[in-house]
């Protein structure tokens, strides 16, 4: 079977997936997560990963674990995923306050022009920019992920991807936050934490006699408390010491649309913002924030250079400011699944609950090996993870003809969330992701040992330590130790086996490379 | 010292110890192998060696810390008051949520465990906790406790109670799978 017949059945299995009045189950899954992804991204304190983390157990409770549930269970998350980001436009736009922190350039020039009576213009210019660069991630990912999968399994043997494990853990260490040593701290806290209990031995290792660690720390606890629950308490506490919006602002009027011209006239900007945000999501551990920063500031710097008399100047009520930003936020999110599906590396927080999905449910093990011809039970059956891979693809697709159809109809309407106070919404999302683990765990102790990791990931918030090497070190801390394991005993022992092919001592080098570099990172 | 550099070695000579800490006492005492391990005359590795990897990459980040410190921030008097408040009142509503329902339910000649799984008695202790941990943080983050928060507080546990319980008959509510 080619890669054609995994492509088409990849396709059919998303559209021929069983129908709920009339609709294939997964299109009707994409479409829910995909409102709700707008709905959550505008409204300020909450994000898409949040709504992923609280959405996965209750999908699991009606999918079960078998390999029917994946398509529509990653259906509804790639849904909140794309959502999430255009709707980060809408406070950005109407209330000068960003739905998410990837939007806050969006205000820069959003909420100017919504004051001078052209939120419906700067509604428009979003949607379109966001789905545009939507669109070109989503076609990179396609292109991109089989190719390098490929070629990781190809040329790579077990110490080369032990080598690649370890480069990938030091540049998202590197790169994420202020401090190069603070993020290798949290990367080393990560993968202490995935050793505990999961060791070779009977004895399960590093638990302190504890028998609630004796099963190892539930993944779910771990990642929904440093992720989700040190966000709420570092939030609040923000309210507390009346360093966040205590009262929603004013709304202004939605009025003044956008015309056909003006949206060519952008294409450029956004080609430009989309190319940005693609290579950026692409890399493990930048997020679409850097993105959109990027993004904005090259769109700025041209404007400066070459002024269009049409157009105000960037902050005044930029149109290109607001297309340079949401392209390139919104261009992530495709690029970032491209170490997903051919590394298994998850390059940030949604991608980290997109594996969360895969390792819960099973069937699917993001990596390279998805992409292997041949990899059916023989030469001639279909490989089921490819199959399933162009699926994800399909749901991709799905949301962005979504995203181009309802998604700016829909993200005039949800304005109106930004009127919600988050010292009331935060604590409803926190009774949410406790009861979402205990409904996963059963017992009261995932439920202190998640309380836990939240304390953990709100003083790391405080001390400028960023919690996302640790979550993603703590995802690949097992699968780590184990190609190591491999590559020792295959290399007959060999201390040295990082260092003896000239791709793994390359991918050495690099690491300790990129962390001399960020060293030179002036400190803030 | 200044303040940013005074914060940030306290901070890396923290993690220094944590990871000597790991290295010669947790990691030596609680693994069942050693870093390298014989197994039918070929060398494998242990189960010591990925923490004591684990340790060694958190002190290269305290002694990068310590070379290159960063903006300084360091956890304040205020932050570690707060983390006890909510300590406190997560354990309050965690008491309330585990206890409410036995508690209940012991003027019953049953007892609670019979119970468990049938309204109302499955979603006493859940409302109960639920609502005081909504309430209690939405007051704490406000600065004042209002009747109103709790109101929502239970009308919200409520929701989330019936939004698991009602579709989904495999799913247990906190805490009724632990009793």
Redesign the interface.
């Known amino acids: 079977m080619g890669v054609w017949d995994h492509v088409v059945a990849g396709f059919l299995a998303v559209l021929q997936s069983d129908p709920v009045l009339g609709i294939p189950i997964v299109l009707l899954m994409v479409l829910f997560g995909f409102l709700l992804g707008i709905t959550v991204g505008a409204t300020p304190g909450l994000a898409g990963p949040m709504a992923m983390a609280i959405s996965l157990p ?1 999908l699991i ?2 999918f079960g674990y078998s390999a029917d549930a994946l398509l529509p269970v990653l259906g509804f998350l790639i849904g909140i995923m794309k959502g999430a980001t255009i709707g980060g436009a809408v406070p950005a736009i109407l209330f000068n306050t960003p739905g998410t922190p990837d939007a806050f350039m969006t205000t820069l020039d959003g909420y100017p022009m919504a004051q001078k009576g052209e939120a419906r213009r700067a509604l428009r210019i979003a949607h379109f920019s966001s789905a545009s660069g939507d669109t070109f991630s989503d076609i990179v990912l396609v292109v991109c992920a089989p190719f390098l999968a490929i070629l990781v399994e190809r040329y790579l043997d077990l110490p080369e991807k032990t080598a690649l494990l370890i480069l990938s853990l030091a540049f998202i ?1 590197s790169v994420i936050g ?12 990560g ?2 934490a995935a ?1 505990i209990a999961t ?5 399960p ?4 006699n504890q028998p609630a660690l004796a099963e190892g720390i539930p993944i779910a606890a771990a990642i929904l408390g440093v992720l989700i629950l040190g966000e709420v ?1 570092k939030a ?2 923000d ?3 009346g360093e966040a919006q205590a009262k929603p602002p004013e709304q202004t009027k939605v009025q003044g649309g956008a015309k056909s011209k003006d949206l060519r006239r952008l294409i450029p900007t956004i080609g430009r913002s989309a190319i940005i945000g693609t290579c950026i999501g692409a890399l493990p551990g930048v997020g679409s924030t850097l993105a959109a920063t990027l993004g904005y500031t090259s769109a700025k710097r041209r404007h400066t250079n070459r002024p269009d008399a049409n157009s105000p100047a960037f902050g005044e009520g930029a149109p290109e400011g607001i297309a340079a930003t949401e392209a390139a936020n919104s261009s992530v999110s495709g690029a970032n699944l491209i170490p997903v599906l051919s590394l298994g590396i998850p390059g940030n927080a949604a991608a980290v609950f997109l594996i969360l999905a895969m390792d819960s449910i099973g069937g699917f093990n993001p990596g390279p090996s998805v992409f292997q011809l041949g990899g059916g039970i023989n030469e001639g059956a279909l490989n089921p993870e490819m199959v399933m891979a162009f699926g994800i693809f399909t749901t991709m697709f799905i949301a962005n003809g979504l995203n181009w159809t309802i998604g700016g109809i829909f993200m005039r309407w949800v304005g109106v969330m930004t009127r919600i106070p988050k ?2 919404l ?3 999302v ?3 992701t ?2 979402a683990i ?2 996963q765990e ?3 102790v995932a ?2 040992i998640t ?1 836990f990791f939240g ?1 953990l990931g ?2 790391m918030r ?3 330590m960023s919690p996302l090497p640790f979550v993603i070190a703590f995802i690949l ?1 097992g699968n780590l ?1 184990a190609t ?2 491999q590559a ?2 295959a290399t007959g ?1 060999d201390p040295f086996f990082l260092f003896n092919s000239p791709i793994a001592f390359v991918f050495m080098a690099l690491a300790i490379g990129v ?1 001399a570099f960020s ?1 030179r990172k002036p ?2 | 010292m200044k303040p940013r550099a005074s914060a940030e070695f306290w901070l890396a000579f923290f993690f220094l110890t944590f990871a000597a800490v790991l290295i010669f006492v947790w990691v030596p005492l609680d693994t069942g192998t050693g870093l390298v391990e014989k197994v039918r005359r070929k060398f494998v590795i242990g189960d010591a060696l990925g923490p004591t990897v684990a340790a060694a990459v958190i002190a290269i980040g305290a002694v990068l810390v310590m070379m290159r410190p960063s903006e300084g921030k360091a956890l304040t008097k205020t932050n570690l008051y707060w983390m006890l408040g909510l300590f406190a009142l997560f354990a309050v509503s965690l008491l309330l949520m585990r206890y409410a329902g036995p508690i209940a339910a012991s003027f019953t000649e049953t007892g609670y465990r019979p119970l468990r799984a049938t309204p109302p008695w499955n979603y006493i202790g859940f409302l109960i906790g639920g609502t005081v941990m909504i309430g209690g943080l939405t007051g704490l983050a406000s600065r004042r406790l209002a009747p109103r928060d709790f109101v929502i507080g239970f009308v919200a546990a409520l929701a989330i109670a019936l939004l698991y319980d009602l579709p989904f008959e495999d799913l247990i509510l906190p805490p009724n799978g632990d009793l």
């Not at chain 1, 060791?199 to 004895?203: A, K």
Request: proline fraction near 3%.
């Open positions: 209750i409770s009606i260490a202020n401090s190069v040593g603070k993020g290798i701290i949290s990367m080393g806290l993968l202490l050793m060791g070779e031995d009977f004895y290792r590093l638990t302190l308490f609040l506490e309210i507390y010491r010292a009331r935060l604590p409803i926190l009774l949410l406790l009861t205990y409904v059963t017992s009261m439920v202190w309380l304390f709100y003083v405080r001390i400028g801390g130790e190591a394991r020792f005993a022992a962390v060293l400190v803030p």
